[in-house]
């Protein structure tokens, strides 16, 4: 069984910083790319960054230059650190990890986390 559990949202004014956590408990399972998706009411789910067991990082445009994302293996969580932000990043954010039982892929979704970004 995977369970992926994300904390560290909440509401903070433009220009501000807020640093989400992802933890996994992945019993037998191999953990591959993770990465951190956002949806807004009324849009479709999109992709803000993930990153490789390997330590290889991707960025969406939107944020690219403002938000960190890292990862420790050892310990299964993944973070994203959001500085500069601004209302435009308002949105429920879901961490996804891809995990392999060393035959078949597989992927699961957090619960989603509020951030709420003030003007």
């Known amino acids: 069984q995977v369970q992926l559990v994300e904390s560290g949202g909440g509401l903070v004014q433009a220009g501000g910083s807020l640093r989400l956590s992802c933890a996994a408990s992945a019993g037998g399972f191999t953990i591959g790319i993770m990465g951190w998706y956002r949806q807004d009411p009324g849009k479709s789910r999109e992709l803000v960054a993930s990153?490789?067991?390997?330590?290889?990082?991707h960025y969406s445009d939107s944020v690219k230059d403002r938000f960190t994302i890292s990862r420790d293996n050892a310990k299964k969580t993944m973070d994203l650190q959001m500085d500069t932000l601004t209302p435009e990043d308002t949105a429920v954010y879901y961490c996804?990890?891809?995990?392999?039982?060393?035959?078949?892929?597989?992927?699961?979704w957090g619960q989603g986390t509020q951030v709420t970004v003030s003007s």
């Open positions: 996804k990890a891809i995990v392999s039982d060393g035959r078949f892929e597989f992927q699961y």
């Open positions: 990153v490789t067991s390997g330590g290889i990082k």
